[in-house]
C-alpha cells in the first residue's frame, strides 16, 4: 500500500516564529504512526496542516492524492483535536449523533462508536458533567464515525489512567488492522513504544522519520525516548 | 447546502438551549415583563405607551437575540466545535441557517409571548392586523441573530462580544427614530439613521400601530429589514474560514 500523507518541504511561518521548518514526512496506509516531540515542537500545526486547518507558507501536503484541504477529503478524514472540541451543554449521544448526521452515518453507528470508546453507560449524561478523560473520548468517538481512511489524533490520551490507554491503544490498533491508517500525536514517549511508525518533530523540524526498529537500531537505543535523547544530542555536537 | 444539515443543526442548537432552561426562561420572560414595566410606568399618561410600546415591542427582540447569538457563536468557536465542523462534510451555511433557524423559532415564541402580552394585558392599541406585528417581530429578532452571527466573528473574547451591544445596538436604538423623529435630526444624523437596519424596524412597528391596513411602505420596511438579515448571514459565512493564516 502506498502513502495516505505525504509532505514536501513544508514550511508553516506565523507572525515571527516558524513553526514547522521545511518539514517532509510521509504515512504509509494500514500504519499506526507516532507523532512525537516536546510541547512546542509543533505537533499540532503539522497536524493542522494535514487536515487543511491550517494554511503553509510554503511546501505541499498531499492527503489521499489530493492538496490537504480538499472538500472531498472532509468525510475521508477522523480529527481529534487536542481540547475536545464537543458541546458541553449536550448529552453524549447527542453529540455523537448531531456529528453522525454530518457524516452521513446512522443511530446505529453512532451507537457503535459510543461502544468503541466504553461510554455506553454515560450515554445519556450531559457532556460537561463527565471528567476529562471522559470528554476526550467522546471527542474520539466522533472521529470514529464514517468511514474515515486516515484518523489524525491530537494527543489522544493524555490523562487517561493505564487501563482505558491500554484499552484505547488495542482499538487504535484494531483500526489500522481494518485498513485505517493513523496518526496520533503524543508528548510522552512511553506512548511512542505502541506505534508501528514513528516521526519524531523537535523545533519545527522532522527528527527521524522511520519505523520504531529502524529507530532503535539506527541510535542503538532500547527506547524511544533514548532514541530521541540521542538524536538531540548528535544534532548539537 | 443541504436541508438536512440545516435542520441538524437547528436541532442541536435548540437541544443545548433545552438543557438550559434557565437562559430559555429568561428569553421568554424578560422581554415581556419590560414591556409591562413600561406600560405601568405611563399608565397614567396617554398615548405615550402606544408609541413608544410599540416601537419596543421591535427592539427587545432585536437586542436579546443579538446578544444571544453572539455568545452562542463565540463559544463555538471557542470550543472548538466549529473548527471540527469545518473539517467535516457541512456547509458553512448549513451551519448559520441552523443557528438562524433554531433562534428563529425561540423568536417566534417570544415575540408570541410578548405582543400577545402588549395587546391584551397592556393595552397597547394597535390599527393593523394583529399578526402583522408578530411578523415585524419575528423579522426583528431575525435580524438580531444574523448581526449577532455576522459580529461575533470579530469578537475574539467574551469581553468584547457584549461590548458589541453597546457599540452596535446603542447606536441604532438612539438614531432609529423613537428618541427623535428622522424628520427632526441634524441632516447626517438623519441620513446615518437611514442606513440602519433597526430604524426600518420601528418604522414598520409604529405603522402597524397607526394604519389599520398594511401599506407599501410597511412591505418596504420589512423587505429591507430582511435584506439585512440575509446580508448579515452571507456576509457571516464569509467570516468562516476553513484555513488559518
Excluded at chain 2, 77 to 104: N, Q, V, W
Amino acid at each position: 500500500m502506498g502513502n495516505v500523507v505525504s509532505a514536501r518541504h513544508v514550511i508553516v511561518q506565523k507572525d515571527t516564529t516558524t513553526a514547522l521548518n521545511d518539514v517532509s514526512f510521509s504515512l504509509e496506509a494500514g500504519k499506526v504512526t507516532g507523532l512525537i516531540g516536546p510541547s512546542g515542537s509543533g505537533k499540532t500545526t503539522l497536524i493542522r496542516s494535514i487536515v487543511g486547518a491550517q494554511k503553509v507558507t510554503s511546501g505541499t501536503v498531499t492527503v489521499l492524492g489530493k492538496p490537504a484541504g480538499h472538500k472531498s477529503l472532509r468525510s475521508q478524514l477522523g480529527y481529534v483535536t487536542q481540547l475536545p472540541a464537543i458541546y458541553d451543554d449536550l448529552t453524549v449521544r447527542q453529540n455523537i449523533r448531531y456529528f453522525a448526521t454530518i457524516m452521513g452515518c446512522g443511530k446505529a453507528d453512532a451507537d457503535k462508536v459510543i461502544e468503541q470508546v466504553d461510554l455506553t453507560a454515560q450515554a445519556k449524561q450531559v457532556v460537561g458533567s463527565l471528567s476529562g478523560g471522559q470528554r476526550a473520548r467522546v471527542s474520539l468517538a466522533v472521529a470514529l464515525l464514517g468511514d474515515a481512511k486516515l484518523l489524525i489524533l491530537d494527543e489522544p490520551t493524555v490523562g487517561l489512567d493505564p487501563l482505558l490507554r491500554q484499552h484505547l491503544w488495542q482499538l487504535f490498533k484494531n483500526l489500522a488492522a481494518e485498513g485505517k491508517t493513523l496518526l496520533i500525536s503524543s508528548h510522552v514517549m512511553d506512548e511512542a513504544e505502541q506505534c508501528t511508525n514513528l516521526l519524531l518533530l523537535r523545533d519545527g523540524k522532522v527528527l527521524s522519520d522511520s519505523t520504531k526498529e529502524q529507530l532503535l537500531a539506527k541510535t542503538n537505543t532500547k527506547t524511544v525516548q533514548a532514541a530521541f535523547l540521542k538524536l538531540v544530542e548528535g544534532g548539537q555536537s | 447546502m443541504s436541508s438536512r444539515l440545516t435542520t441538524a443543526t437547528a436541532g442541536r442548537v435548540m437541544k443545548q438551549l433545552l438543557h438550559d432552561p434557565r437562559t430559555l426562561g429568561l428569553l421568554f420572560v424578560v422581554p415581556p415583563v419590560l414591556l409591562g414595566l413600561l406600560a405601568w410606568l405611563y399608565s397614567d399618561t396617554t398615548g405615550i405607551f402606544n408609541r413608544i410600546g410599540a416601537a419596543l415591542l421591535g427592539i427587545f427582540p432585536f437586542v436579546v437575540m443579538f446578544l444571544v447569538t453572539s455568545i452562542a457563536t463565540l463559544r463555538e468557536r471557542s470550543s472548538g466545535t466549529l473548527e471540527r465542523l469545518l473539517t467535516m462534510p457541512i456547509g458553512k451555511l448549513d451551519i448559520l441557517l441552523g443557528y438562524a433557524l433554531a433562534f428563529g423559532v425561540i423568536a417566534i415564541v417570544q415575540a408570541s409571548i410578548t405582543s400577545f402580552l402588549a395587546v391584551h394585558v397592556y393595552d397597547l392599541r394597535i390599527a393593523g392586523p394583529e399578526w402583522f406585528l408578530l411578523v415585524i417581530a419575528l423579522t426583528d429578532a431575525l435580524l438580531g441573530t444574523a448581526l449577532g452571527l455576522f459580529l461575533s466573528a470579530f469578537a475574539r473574547t467574551e469581553f468584547q462580544a457584549v461590548q458589541f451591544m453597546p457599540a452596535f445596538v446603542l447606536p441604532q436604538f438612539l438614531l432609529c427614530g423613537l428618541l427623535v423623529p428622522l424628520a427632526q435630526m441634524p441632516r447626517v444624523l438623519h441620513d446615518i439613521a437611514q442606513v440602519l437596519p433597526l430604524t426600518y424596524a420601528v418604522d414598520a412597528m409604529q405603522r402597524v400601530t397607526t394604519e389599520a391596513t398594511i401599506s407599501s411602505d410597511n412591505y418596504k420596511d420589512i423587505t429591507i429589514v430582511a435584506a439585512f438579515v440575509v446580508a448579515a448571514i452571507v456576509l457571516g459565512a464569509a467570516t468562516l474560514r476553513r484555513q488559518a493564516k
